[in-house]
């Protein structure tokens, strides 16, 4: 399908449409909006005309159709090179390079503060910038132009997983005609159910707000933002990146076990070995203020963000450390599988803040001693390496 959208010439979507009953037609709730004009008489002042536009424009009649919050609609209006929108009150034209409206035949007003309640709010395609050279699909791109395009790529995440899917067995499905436009445009780098082998360790740290489930069936690997359904989709790649100095992980093996023959489409399983720091962690379960809980770690009680990906109980946890500065970590919390000793899955994420507590003391350069903590006798792993590292692999 990621093909019949790229070739096509113009898409037509009824973007106003409840369901498939919908419709492109409806009746026109009141006058179309027209341009209004303030003639402005201040003391002491000249006098001016100002042209206003209403700040809800762009959310409330075209990124707020229903139409918009389908989860296979996100790659088939990204992907799609013109799209003629069919809403509410009038006709919206998209394409690469400009967007407008019967209001504004001459393109729509920008806003450049403008900023969208919608949770999956993916803009018109003119104000996507970075993310248009995607679909030229050009090889070999240079390390800062990758950089950008991932950034896109958790735009786009984050836009689809806040949509909604009638089948949640889709949930790879739905954008896996995107997933291959953006490999082709990441010089072939692999995908792993979701996220790319050539970020990794940042694409690891993603995080979702509440509400959020796992699906009755198996979808995709604990360490994957496919395998939760759920509430905004935030990524510390995207969020924190540029602010982190310490990578704490090293990749041994990434891998996927796949259902078929199309690598951006259902998996069985999924595995990653990591060498890096452990430690054994018990969480309390009396909350404190914004969202922190008490943590015990190296015997001694602080406290950190715990952001789980579901509901659990446990209370005894394997932190992974994954990057970080002086002022603070960002950790994946584990869960041994209980099948295979040092095999692990996801519990969620931990954001470890080093300067509110003496958990364990910082040296004169800002650099926590994570070889010098003191694990409990239930620590698990694959293989010690030395130095307070371990070898453990997470399904």
């Not at 790529?153 to 436009?181: F, H, M, P, Q």
């Not at 699906?215 to 994957?224: C, F, K, L, N, V």
Request: charged letters at 20%; aromatic letters at 10%.
């Amino acid at each position: 399908m990621g093909t019949v959208y790229l070739n096509g010439l113009c898409n037509i979507a009824a973007t106003a449409a409840k369901n498939v009953n919908g419709g492109l037609f409806h009746e026109r709730e009141g006058p179309i909006i027209h341009d209004l004009y303030v003639n402005a008489a201040w003391e002491n002042e000249a006098k001016r005309t100002y042209r206003v536009h209403p700040d809800t424009f762009h959310q409330s009649q075209v990124l707020g159709g229903p139409l918009l919050y389908r989860g296979w609609v996100v790659q088939e209006r990204f992907i799609a090179l013109r799209i003629l929108h069919f809403g509410k009150r009038q006709l919206y034209w998209e394409c690469q390079k400009f967007d407008a409206c019967e209001s504004y035949p001459d393109g729509n007003p920008k806003f450049k503060q403008f900023k969208s309640n919608l949770k999956r709010d993916l803009p018109f395609k003119s104000n996507l910038n970075d993310g248009l050279d995607i679909l030229a699909q050009t090889p070999r791109v240079p390390s800062t132009l990758l950089s950008r395009r991932l950034q896109f790529w958790y735009k786009v995440a984050r836009a689809y997983l806040a949509c909604n899917l009638t089948r949640e067995e889709d949930k790879l499905v739905a954008i896996s005609g995107l997933a291959k436009v953006f490999q082709a445009s990441f010089a072939g780098t692999e995908y792993l159910a979701g996220i790319w082998r050539a970020s990794l360790i940042n694409d690891l740290c993603w995080n979702m707000e509440p509400p959020r489930r796992r699906p009755i069936q198996y979808r995709a690997p604990s360490w994957s933002w496919a395998c939760v359904d759920g509430g905004q989709y935030l990524s510390a790649s995207e969020d924190h990146g540029a602010r982190n100095k310490v990578c704490y992980i090293q990749v041994l093996e990434a891998s996927v076990d796949l259902r078929g023959s199309d690598p951006t489409c259902e998996v069985r399983g999924g595995r990653i070995r990591l060498q890096g720091y452990l430690m054994t962690l018990t969480t309390s379960s009396h909350a404190v203020c914004n969202s922190k809980l008490k943590v015990t770690i190296n015997g001694v009680l602080g406290k950190a963000q715990v952001l789980p990906d579901v509901e659990s109980s446990s209370q005894r946890l394997h932190c992974l450390p994954i990057r970080g500065r002086h002022m603070y970590m960002t950790c994946m919390l584990l869960e041994p599988t209980g099948s295979k000793k040092g095999q692990f899955q996801r519990y969620g994420m931990m954001y470890w803040f080093t300067n509110d507590h003496n958990i364990v003391p910082l040296e004169e350069d800002n650099i926590v001693p994570l070889e010098k903590v003191q694990n409990e006798e239930w620590l698990e792993f694959e293989e010690h390496v030395g130095k307070g590292q371990y070898i453990i692999s997470i399904i």
